[in-house]
């Protein structure tokens, strides 16, 4: 019988990880929660695409959404080796339409009170991409020894 090689965490690399644990909690208590259910004759009566924002544009109201999605592509960073701006920016756009598609779903089917918006998608992609650029920037800096210890790969 082979015994396998089990690598153990730094702290700094426990303190990823747990951290990563706390933002998705957070992210997913942050874009879900209060979950309100309307059934019977309380339910929202419009149709189905009036419930979808295509509007795009964009106003401080945007900024939330800007950097919720930032820690993600830091957290891809600390986590792949192979890491690069455009994965970063698919996932985050991949999440960010995860998102609205689950809020769209329990607004339609259970009549809750958060609607997709596609304003909110684009921010959201955006936020990741500048979250990987600031990582990024950080992390080739030869005076940051102290955040290389943080990544989970060497």
Known sequence: MRSAKVKSFTVYQKITVLSFIAYIFSVIYLTFFPFQIQTGMYANQTPWLSRINFDPVLDLSALPNL??????????????????????????FCISFDIEFFQFLTNYFLGGWRGADIADIVVNTMGAALGYLLVKTLFTNETSSLFQKFKLYS
């Open 67 to 92: 950097l919720m999605l930032a820690p993600l592509s830091v957290y891809y960073y600390l986590f792949k080796k192979e890491s690069t701006l455009f994965k970063a920016v698919g996932l985050g």
